[in-house]
């Protein structure tokens, strides 16, 4: 455990399973206090214990982000109990893939709301937090981080929506990015390619499958892989903004 995130306090969204559980791992081994928020209550609980018992701190916080007063309420609570909002990590998201012309609009819905309305919510909620703790911050600089993707820069056939959502994350966090400055809070997509986590297991077979063929024999990102590129960014210096990193597997095509 070093040091670099001490006195500070991060929020982790999505933080049950994959990208999310390994950033705030990541995050609190660099001595930030971090709040874990997704909706298995079961998963933060076990993810709490696992980072109190390496020393860190961290607080479980059940929300779903496609509901705005859940989210209001959450990101409140974390002020309250660990006392500033110093990082944000905007992660939640999920994946539905298939043909347009035979997609469920259920699918479509369901991505807008976790992977824009999710993203759009904490962002609303967490801003002025960050913004105050810019001012008071040891480091003198605040962090908002959301996980983009490959989608967000090409869009292939069956991810058309996905890459909608992530595309539209970039456009958002260029906006809010220039409106931040001068406020000293950094605003940075980090953009993965395949990772290997449960997001593939949650989409319907033939999708499955499909990603399945479209994957065998690439050795897939971990992602723990991904927490680095966080922790890369919100480690640096306050001179230093690093707002876009895209991580691919190696073997990566598109
Ligand atoms: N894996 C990849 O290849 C890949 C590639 C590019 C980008 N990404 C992006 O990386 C991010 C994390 O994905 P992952 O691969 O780590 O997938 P994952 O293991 O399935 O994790 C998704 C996380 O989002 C949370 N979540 C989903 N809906 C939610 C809701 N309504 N409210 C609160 N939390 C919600 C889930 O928690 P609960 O179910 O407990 O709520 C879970 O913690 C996503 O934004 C994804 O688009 C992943």
Not at 18 to 33: F, V
Not at 192 to 221: C, N
């Amino acid at each position: 455990m070093t040091d670099r995130l001490a006195g500070t306090a991060a929020l982790v969204t999505g933080a049950s399973s994959g990208i999310g559980a390994a950033t705030a791992k990541a995050l609190a081994a660099e001595g930030a206090a971090v709040a874990l928020l997704a909706r298995r209550a079961d998963r933060l609980a076990d993810l709490k214990s696992e980072i109190e018992s390496d020393g860190g701190i961290a607080l479980a916080v059940t929300a779903d982000v496609t509901d705005a007063g859940e989210v209001a309420a959450a990101v409140q609570r974390v002020v309250d109990e660990l006392g500033r909002l110093d990082a944000v990590v905007n992660n939640a998201g999920l994946m539905r893939s298939g043909p347009a012309a035979e997609a469920s609009l259920q699918d479509w819905d369901d991505m807008v709301a976790v992977n824009v309305r999710g993203v759009l919510y904490v962002a609303r909620a967490a801003l002025p937090h960050l913004v105050d703790a810019a001012t008071s911050s040891p480091r003198g600089v605040a962090d908002l981080v959301t996980i983009g993707s490959t989608g967000g820069w090409v869009a292939r056939p069956n991810t058309a929506v996905y890459s909608l959502t992530k595309f539209g994350v970039n456009a958002f966090s260029e906006g809010i990015r220039q409106e931040m400055l001068g406020k000293r809070v950094r605003v940075g997509v980090v953009s993965p390619g395949t990772v290997d986590t449960e997001i593939f297991a949650h989409l319907a077979e033939p999708a499955r499958a499909a990603v399945e063929r479209q994957t065998a024999g690439m050795v897939k990102l971990r992602p723990e892989d991904i927490a680095d590129a966080v922790l890369y960014m919100v480690t640096r210096d306050r001179r230093v903004a690093v707002n876009h990193m895209l991580v691919r597997a190696a073997e990566q095509t598109w």
